[in-house]
T-cell receptor
């Protein structure tokens, strides 16, 4: 059974960089696309971006200038960096696997990590 | 970006009755090359991540009860719960994966009447 687990600091100050890691267990990171999705408290879901198993990435244009997703095959994990955070970036951040490649649904999700942005 | 609009925003259904959620996309989600609609449905309960229910608009994910079904093509899609159970109380989202950025509907909250 594939399991995903987000980790990283959960409290940030405005203008700091959000850095999260998603550890994948029970399966290989190879052969799949991996996404980050966020959800502000009480609101809907927003796709942040993905990285492929060969390191190609795509980002939501709404965040494109601030976001980077990277892959660490040796540790079976991938990471999200979002710089210059503001209160608008406060959300639960989920990592997820794309089931059948680039244009496919998210079949496995992490439990999510709540990120708070406050001075 | 493709805009996904769900209706209604919320609905209350009696136990054992049918629940129907609609999702409309601002452009077609059908790829003519493979005749697949790039539309998925998720269920989210409080404090939990979304759970994939339906992919390719009508294919049920492994382990999902057969009371959940998806239909539709092009720009109009429906999620049906044929006989609502207490454990189905949740928010349901549609999502397109026709291209990036992937976007979700605003969610439909299903409650027991």
């Amino acid at each position: 059974q594939v399991q995903l687990q987000e980790s990283g600091p959960s409290l940030l100050k405005p203008s700091e960089t959000l850095s999260l890691t998603c550890g994948v267990s029970g399966g290989s990171i190879s052969g799949y696309y991996w996404s980050w999705i966020r959800q502000p408290p009480g609101k809907g879901l927003e796709w942040v971006g993905y990285i492929s198993y060969i390191g190609n990435s795509k980002y939501n244009p709404s965040l494109k200038s601030r976001v980077t997703i990277s892959l660490d095959r040796s540790n079976n994990q991938f990471s999200l960096n979002l710089n210059s955070v503001t209160a608008a970036d406060a959300a639960v951040y989920f990592c997820a696997r794309q089931q059948f490649g680039e244009l496919s649904s998210f079949d496995y999700w992490g439990q999510g990590i709540l990120i708070t942005v406050s001075s | 970006d493709i805009v996904m609009t769900q209706s209604p925003d919320s609905l209350a259904v009696s136990l054992g009755e049918r629940a129907t959620i609609n999702c409309k996309s601002s452009q077609s989600l059908l790829f003519s090359s493979n005749n697949k609609n790039y539309l998925s449905w998720y269920q989210q309960k409080p404090g939990q991540p979304p759970r994939l229910l339906i992919y390719w608009a009508s294919s049920r994910q492994s382990g999902v009860p057969d009371r959940f079904s998806g239909s539709g093509s092009g720009t109009d899609f429906t999620l049906t719960i044929s006989s609502l159970q207490a454990e189905d109380v949740a928010v349901y989202y549609c999502q397109h994966h026709h291209g990036t950025p992937f976007t979700f509907g605003q969610g439909t909250k299903v409650e027991i009447k």
